[in-house]
């Protein structure tokens, strides 16, 4: 009688690791032996660009002052104010997520919140009209972090809504963000029906008033970086799940909201508003992660990134050594879980500011942090510990501040570094909400994405142009 399997099984297995040295190591502290092959995908970039800028003599040194530009910023919450006001935004002009873009090449979900926003501003009587005034160019368009602004999903923010103000303390330096309307048909997934405007509304003349009463009332300003670190070990990663920062946000401001001089009814809307809100952090810790890294910018040298933001059309990046100049690349679509009957065929292309909580390290570098997001974005546990082991070899530096508990309390992935990227070829991972392709469709899932790799290899070539020019 033959033996089962050939006698494959009737040895003791030899096993073979490749890729990251984690498994490896794991096998090991188990006393298991394993035969360890030093293989990663293919990078990318030319030979003379790698070389140009592995052997420049400022890379080190200006990367490790762009880390600890980053890791120094703090964040605290002073004031609540209309854009048109902090931002100084004058009426017919909308800021949007992402690097630039026109009306003729904006997405669905894009085209979508700005059209609403032109009716919750007034300037256009109805859809058509307000699609005959942008498509006109009666309305003008520009980036959030050209103001140094984000904004989730479409990020479009116009002058009559109230922005969180954020501010280091230790340098001055402010960042804003619009407030979060909640899951759904909202405005930032390219909704803008009767319940999106009427929500638009009611923020407007009630939640942004009384917030800024609250706010300003306060004896102390509010630690938003301090929550954010705090929600990494309750299990939130600070993009898609914001649970326990939002609870902890509401416990904060609370008392100074129910001491507003406002109708009771208003108060207990308020409260509602934001008990309901899961996502009510999200517009919080983007503006700190904002501020953290635009504290790294203009590091000559520096080859960590800065910015990573999507349009719904392209993804764009930006460096610590090239400034303001974008970076751009065709976005990607979201892979992951549907609400109800939404699948892949309605997600529209990668679309939001909110990367910029990856790039400051936490959301999908620190899926570790939040087991239970796979629940939302799709993937296993397991996937969630190996995506942030990755994120690791991507980065510059680990955030101390930010610190995950699984992990043995490592401080969080920081600093993507363009070379590591390119001379590994993996790429960021992000986690992410899905706003419908269609116009007026609102959220249809959340999901995984990275960015197209195009982006780093033309990071790559202009990061070293600027390093042969000054050598």
């Known amino acids: 009688m033959s033996e089962p399997l050939g006698g494959l099984l009737a040895a003791p297995p030899s096993i073979v690791a490749a890729g990251v040295e984690v498994f490896s190591a794991a096998l090991r ?19 003379d660009d790698l070389a140009q800028l592995a052997l420049d003599p400022r890379r080190a040194p200006a990367n490790r002052v ?6 120094a910023a703090g964040s605290v919450l002073v004031d609540v104010r209309p854009a ?22 904006a997405s669905g979900p894009m085209r979508g919140a700005l059209i609403g926003a032109c009716l919750f501003e007034g300037w256009a009587t109805d859809v058509e009209d307000a699609e005959r005034v942008l498509a006109a160019g009666e309305v003008a368009l520009d980036p959030c972090h050209h103001h140094r602004t984000v904004g989730p999903m479409a990020g479009v923010t116009s002058p009559s809504m109230w922005m969180w103000c954020l501010q280091d303390p230790a340098t001055g330096a402010q960042a804003w963000c619009n407030l979060n309307e909640g899951l759904g048909k909202v405005l ?3 909704a803008f029906n009767e319940e999106v405007l009427t929500r638009l509304a009611w923020m407007r003349d009630v939640l942004g008033p009384v917030l800024q009463q609250a706010v300003r009332s306060r004896t102390e300003p509010l630690d938003v970086k301090a929550i954010l670190a705090q929600m990494l070990q309750m299990g939130d990663e600070g993009h898609n799940r914001n649970r326990a920062g939002s609870l902890m946000a509401l416990r904060e401001l609370s008392p100074s909201i129910v001491a507003v001089d406002a109708p009771s009814s208003d108060i207990a809307e308020v409260l509602r508003f934001i008990g309901g809100n899961e996502h009510f952090f999200l517009n919080l810790g983007m503006p700190t992660a904002k501020l953290a890294m635009d504290a790294a910018r203009g590091v000559p040298g520096s080859t960590m990134l800065t910015v990573m933001s999507r349009n719904g059309t392209e993804f764009g990046i930006q460096t610590a050594g090239t400034g303001d100049r974008w970076f751009t690349g065709p976005a990607n679509t979201p892979v992951g879980l549907f609400l109800g009957d939404y699948g892949p065929e309605d997600a529209n292309p990668d679309i939001g500011d909110s990367a910029i909580m990856e790039t400051y ?44 508990p699984i992990m043995g309390f490592r401080g969080s992935p920081t600093g993507i570094d363009v070379l590591k990227v390119a001379r590994t070829g993996w790429l960021p991972q992000i986690n992410t909400g899905m706003a419908g392709r ?24 202009a990061l ?3 390093s042969r020019a000054a050598s």
């Open 29 to 47: 502290d188990q006393g298991t032996a394993v035969t360890h092959v030093d293989w990663r995908p293919p990078g990318f970039g030319s030979a």
């Open 66 to 71: 762009a880390v600890e530009r980053v890791l």
């Open 84 to 105: 048109r006001e902090v931002l100084d935004l004058p009426d017919r002009l909308l800021l949007h997520s992402g690097p630039p873009l026109t009306w003729e090449n």
């Open 188 to 190: 930032r997934m390219g």
């Open 361 to 404: 390290g936490v959301g999908g570098f620190s899926m570790a942090a939040a087991p239970a997001i796979v629940r939302f974005v799709g993937g296993t546990v397991p996937d969630a510990l190996a995506t942030t082991e990755r994120m690791y070899q991507l980065t510059l530096a680990e955030n101390p501040a930010m610190q995950i």
């Open 438 to 461: 269609v116009a007026g469709t609102g959220q249809v899932g959340a999901g995984l994405v990275q960015p197209p790799q195009q982006c780093f290899e033309q990071a790559l070539a």
């Open 464 to 466: 070293a142009e600027e």
